[in-house]
Every structure is written in structure tokens, then in C-alpha cells.
């Protein structure tokens, strides 16, 4: 069974600094697009950061651009995502997903486009 899992979330004060980690259980996952998104309570889950198979093109949202960055790395089968200056806002369950398209620089932002998903990590901003 294929498996992503999340981890680093936590509470943190507004202004503070997480950094979280999705580590994949096969290899195969080195060569696909990967991405992050988040659910608030209530809403939607939206779409955060993506970045292709080399980590050589990343894409962001507008709420969290020059603040995270997605990073990766396939010798340890693992994604990162990097949060600076959390907001209140920020708070969510956070999910990385996999979009099985090999070697692929597609960017998407849509999480249906997405075939893989990890249990979540929570994140909570207090002000």
C-alpha cells in the first residue's frame, strides 16, 4: 500500500517558523510532482505549494509566497515544506500529495488532480 506521512506540525505563535516533512513509502514517488495543501476548519481545502519531480520548479500561492518553500528530497524519498512568518490564517490540517504523472513538470494547483494523499499534520497559529 502506498503510503504518504506528514509530520511537523505543532502550535506555534503568530510570526513563528515550521517545517514540515512527507516522507513517501516507494521510490516511485521521486518521480512525481508533489504537492502540499490545507484544510481550515469549514472551508475548502486549498492548494499551498507544488514543485515537479527535480525540486527545479516550484509554484505557490498567492497567501503564502515569500513566506514557504517547498523543497525536496529523492534520496530520502522525502518533501518538505518550510513556513516562515505564520499567521493565525495559516491554521489548518496540512496534506502532501502525490500526482501520479512520472517525470512531469505539471503544475497543477487543483487537488483532484492529485491520486496520492498523506493523513494530514495539524498546524495552529495562535495570535
Known amino acids: 500500500q502506498v503510503q504518504l506521512v506528514e509530520s511537523g506540525g505543532g502550535l506555534v505563535r503568530a510570526g513563528g517558523s515550521l517545517k514540515l516533512s512527507c516522507t513517501a513509502s516507494?521510490?516511485?514517488?521521486?518521480?512525481?510532482?508533489m504537492g502540499w495543501f490545507r484544510q481550515a476548519p469549514g472551508k475548502e481545502r486549498e492548494f499551498v505549494a507544488v514543485?515537479?519531480?527535480?525540486?527545479?520548479?516550484?509554484n505557490y500561492a498567492d497567501s503564502v509566497k515569500g513566506r514557504f518553500t517547498i523543497s525536496r528530497d529523492n534520496a530520502k524519498n522525502t518533501v518538505y515544506l518550510q513556513m516562515h512568518s505564520l499567521k493565525p490564517e495559516d491554521t489548518a490540517v496540512y496534506y502532501c500529495?502525490?500526482?501520479?504523472?512520472?517525470?512531469?513538470?505539471?503544475?497543477?494547483?487543483?487537488?483532484?488532480?492529485?491520486?496520492?494523499w498523506g493523513q494530514g499534520t495539524q498546524v495552529t497559529v495562535s495570535s
Open positions: 516507494e521510490r516511485s514517488f521521486t518521480v512525481y510532482p
Open positions: 514543485i515537479n519531480w527535480t525540486g527545479g520548479r516550484t
Open positions: 500529495a502525490a500526482r501520479r504523472k512520472a517525470y512531469s513538470d505539471d503544475h497543477s494547483t487543483a487537488a483532484y488532480d492529485y491520486d496520492y
